[in-house]
């Protein structure tokens, strides 16, 4: 089975005003319910739980102390993910996961409904995640920094989920109202990647939760370009700054 790229690409379609508007703001987001379809959801959540015990591996979050030169690596407990882009063996263990490392529905879609975001000719970056409960959960981050994603698109894809159950999507919205996103199966939530702050609530539920994570970058030349700019953007407001306090 491979992925409805069909179905994705109408639903994007159908709502590509409001989608180009919110992924145009640098806090915005898109939660899109129904992308998939029940049939793929389950082939792959089986799929995933296919994945050889080796090449599942512990999350990992990693701390620089202050005047450390190495960081401290403090797993996560009860959740473990699978590199379905990078490692050979995850996609040999499974066709779907093949063909979902290799299908660039979203890439092309996004390139059509949010120009504001740019080239999206980048790598894919694809991880599959098994969350067991037991409190599973992720402190608030920003998943990129000085790296060329640009996108993240969070596929839920768990038989099913329960009120109370925890495992929400929390989203920070730079002087805004928090926002709580449930992680109901076949959601898909997409978001800049270096500039909305989200975590994972606690996780207690009574089926493993499970989803894929697609990260999708911009080339390298265009990431370079733009981290440039940046850069010029910071330098800016002191540069302005500094000729205020030099004026007569």
Known sequence: MRFPSDRLAALLLGRARAIGRSLSSRDGFVVLDGVAGGEFCAAAREAVGAVPQESLRPNRTLLLRPGATEADAFEKRNIREAEVSLDADVQQSS????????DTTLVTMLGVVAPALGPLGGQQGIKAQLSSGGGACFPMHHDAAGDTRRVTAIHYISERWEPGWGGELKLYPLLATPVVVEPKPDRLV?????????????????VTRVCYTNWLSAPAHRAARDAELEREEKRRPDEALEALLESP
Do not use: I, N, S, T
Not at 95 to 102: G, I, N, Q, R, Y
């Open 95 to 102: 066709p779907l996961l093949a063909a979902l490392a290799a």
């Open 190 to 206: 997409l978001f800049r990647a270096g500039d909305l702050l989200h975590r994972v609530l606690p996780y207690c539920g009574g």
